[in-house]
C-alpha cells in the first residue's frame, strides 16, 4: 500500500504559477504510474495529467496541455505538477493518484488504486 500527501497548493493571479508536489510513501514507488486530477466545486473530477512508471511517457489533458508538465523523481519518491499561465477556471481541489499496475488508460480515474487528501488551488481573475 502505499500512502500519498500533497502540497504546494494555494492562492494565485490569472497567469501565475503553482508547483504542486506530491510525496509519496513506501519503497516501491518506481513501480506505480501516477496522476494528477482535479475537482471544482459542483463539477466531477477531472484528468489533468499523468505519467508512466519509468517517466517516460506522460499524457496531459487537452485544457493544460501546453500549460502544465509533470515529472517524478523515483529517488525522492516525489511527483510533481507544474502549472503555468493559471486561469480562473483552473480552481479547484487537486488529487494525485497512484496505479501500481500501470494499467490503461491514464487518463480514467479507475485506473488508480490511490489517492491523496487534495491540495486546493485558487486562481483570482
Known amino acids: 500500500q502505499v500512502q500519498l500527501v500533497e502540497s504546494g497548493g494555494g492562492l494565485v493571479q490569472a497567469g501565475g504559477s503553482l508547483r504542486l508536489s506530491c510525496a509519496a510513501s513506501?519503497?516501491?514507488?518506481?513501480?506505480?504510474?501516477m496522476g494528477w486530477f482535479r475537482q471544482a466545486p459542483g463539477k466531477e473530477r477531472e484528468f489533468v495529467a499523468a505519467?508512466?512508471?519509468?517517466?517516460?511517457?506522460?499524457t496531459f489533458g487537452l485544457s493544460v496541455k501546453g500549460r502544465f508538465t509533470i515529472s517524478r523523481d523515483n529517488v525522492k519518491n516525489t511527483f510533481y505538477l507544474q502549472m503555468n499561465s493559471l486561469k480562473p477556471e483552473n480552481t479547484a481541489v487537486y488529487y494525485c493518484?497512484?496505479?501500481?499496475?500501470?494499467?490503461?488508460?491514464?487518463?480514467?480515474?479507475?485506473?488508480?488504486?490511490?489517492w491523496g487528501q487534495g491540495t486546493q488551488g485558487t486562481v483570482s481573475s
Open positions: 493518484a497512484a496505479d501500481p499496475l500501470d494499467r490503461i488508460p491514464l487518463w480514467s480515474p479507475f485506473s488508480y488504486d490511490y
Open positions: 505519467i508512466t512508471r519509468s517517466g517516460s511517457s506522460t
Open positions: 513506501g519503497r516501491t514507488f518506481s513501480s506505480y504510474a
